[in-house]
């Protein structure tokens, strides 16, 4: 190979990494370019684990005891309104057989209710029946007692537990309270009887201490 081949091949060379040299350098400056036009910030690339600042309570099963205060008391609030949503219930079935027992069986009443119904409905609040002012009374109070787990401070919450969901009962009814069927207020009495009795024992306990 004479001498200018070799310059050729010496010059075509350098030419060529010249311009892999510029097209690199262009590379950056187009992707800036791109950029600039969009708006969009693009951020360096981070490789590995970065540790966030923030934690909560969930995260780290720590709670404060404010926290702990807050779930307790939303409990107690939820457990309260389902044993309201229990009384108006069971004290508007009563009534309403207290109403159905007190019909008359004539030919209005007849498109609704037949004698049988009349009878079922009379003996289920007679005495040993099962909304009778005992049995409607004593799963009342058996209901208080479960949720007072024998902290005698829940007493009162329960005790106006019960009486607003006499009130909702007799909503129901479109009514006062002193418009109920007489076996509601028979009712009423006895659970509040129930009541002073049951708070009153831990007052006879606490002076036997």
């Given at each position: ?18 311009t892999?040299?510029k097209?690199e350098?262009?590379q ?26 923030e934690t ?13 205060s ?25 009534g309403?057989?207290?109403v ?5 069986l ?12 009349l009878?079922?409905a ?8 099962e ?12 209901f ?6 024998g902290d005698?401070?829940k007493i009162d919450?329960?005790r106006?537990s019960?009486q ?5 009962a007799?909503e ?24 002073d009795?049951w708070?009153?024992?831990y ?7």
């Open positions: 190979m004479d001498t200018t081949q070799i310059s050729s091949i010496s010059s075509a060379g350098t030419m060529q990494i010249g892999a040299a097209a350098s262009a950056p400056a187009a992707a800036a370019a791109a950029q600039s036009e969009s708006g969009a910030v693009t951020q360096p690339r981070q490789d590995g684990y970065v540790k966030s600042n909560n309570a969930e995260d780290t099963g720590i709670y404060s005891k404010e926290t702990i807050q779930a307790i008391e939303s409990a107690e609030e939820r457990r309260a309104q389902t044993f309201v949503n229990m009384l108006q219930k069971m004290l508007g079935r009563q309403e057989n207290a159905i027992s007190e019909m008359e004539n030919e209005a009443i007849r498109q609704n209710f037949t004698q049988e119904d009878d079922a009379t003996a289920s609040i007679s005495e040993g029946g909304y009778s002012v005992d049995a409607v009374a004593t799963r009342i109070m058996d208080a007692m479960a949720l007072a787990g005698p401070t919450l329960l106006e019960v607003k969901g006499f009130g909702l007799a129901t009814f479109g009514r006062d309270l002193e418009d109920m069927p007489e076996i509601t207020h028979q009712t009423y009495d006895e659970i509040m009887k129930r009541f009795e708070e009153q024992s007052q006879t306990d606490s002076a036997e201490e």
